[in-house]
C-alpha cells in the first residue's frame, strides 16, 4: 500500500479560529496526517517529495504561511484505490524570529484550537533540522503535545546537509534522550527531502498509521 502521488487534493485554506473549530468538530472521523515544524525546516519540501511535487507551496519568506492548509489524498494497493479518503493538514510553522507578535498570536490561537479538536486520528508529524536539532522553539513545541495523545513522529529533514560521518553519528546518537524525554514520540526519521534519502521508512510509517486508525474506526 502506498500514497498515491498527485491524489493530494487541496480543500481549505483556514486562519480564521472559529472555522477552523466548526469544520474539525463536524469531522471528528477523518483520518490523516499533519505537518508542523520550525519554518524553514524544509516542511513543504518534505510533503512535496511524499505527496508529489506543487503540493506544498514553497517559500523563500519563512514564517509566511498563516494558515492551516487542508488537503484529501488517496492510497493505492498494486493497481487497486483504497477505499477511504485521507487528510493531509500542512501547518503553519513556528518559531520565527521576524513574525511580527500579531501574527505569533494568531498562530498560538490557531494552532491550540487545531490540537485541542483535531481527532486522535490524524499523526502529528514534527520535523525538525538536522542540522540544529531539538532548538528551544522545538523542546516548546513538544512540550506543548505532551497532554495531547496523538501518535507522534519526529523527523530530522535536511541529513543531506550533514557532510561528515561524525556528525551524523552525533545526530543518531542522540535517539535514545529524545525517546526517553518525548516519551510520546513513536517513532524518529532522518531523512532527505531533496535527496530523497531515508523517505520509504517515513512513507510506511505514515501508510500504517492510516491503515491502522482505518481498521479501529
Given at each position: ?102 501574527m505569533s498570536r494568531q498562530w498560538d490561537i490557531l494552532m491550540n484550537d487545531f490540537f485541542n479538536h483535531c481527532p486522535l ?97
Amino acid at each position: 500500500m502506498e500514497i498515491i502521488r498527485g491524489s493530494a487534493e487541496f480543500k481549505f485554506g483556514m486562519s480564521d479560529p472559529d472555522q477552523l473549530v466548526n469544520w474539525l468538530e463536524e469531522n471528528q472521523d477523518i483520518i490523516g496526517v499533519s505537518f508542523v515544524g520550525r519554518s524553514n525546516v524544509g516542511k513543504s519540501s518534505m510533503i512535496n517529495a511524499l505527496f508529489g511535487n506543487g503540493i506544498a507551496r514553497t517559500s523563500n519568506t519563512p514564517g509566511r504561511t498563516r494558515e492551516v492548509n487542508i488537503f484529501s489524498f488517496s492510497l493505492i494497493n498494486g493497481k487497486e484505490t483504497y477505499p477511504t479518503k485521507f487528510w493531509l493538514f500542512d501547518l503553519p510553522g513556528y518559531g520565527h524570529a521576524k513574525v511580527s507578535k500579531e501574527m505569533s498570536r494568531q498562530w498560538d490561537i490557531l494552532m491550540n484550537d487545531f490540537f485541542n479538536h483535531c481527532p486522535l486520528t490524524v499523526q502529528m508529524i514534527n520535523i525538525q533540522d538536522s542540522r540544529h536539532p531539538n532548538q528551544a522553539s522545538d523542546q516548546h513545541f513538544q512540550q506543548y503535545l505532551k497532554p495531547f495523545d496523538f501518535k507522534t513522529t519526529l523527523v530530522f529533514n535536511k541529513l543531506d546537509k550533514l557532510k561528515k560521518q561524525k556528525e551524523r553519528a552525533a545526530l543518531n546518537k542522540i535517539k535514545p534522550d529524545l525517546f526517553k524525554t518525548y516519551k510520546w514520540v513513536k517513532d524518529i526519521h532522518f531523512v532527505s527531502a531533496e535527496k530523497k534519502d531515508g523517505l520509504q521508512p517515513l512513507h510506511d510509517s505514515i501508510v500504517n498509521h492510516l491503515l491502522q486508525s482505518n481498521m479501529e474506526a
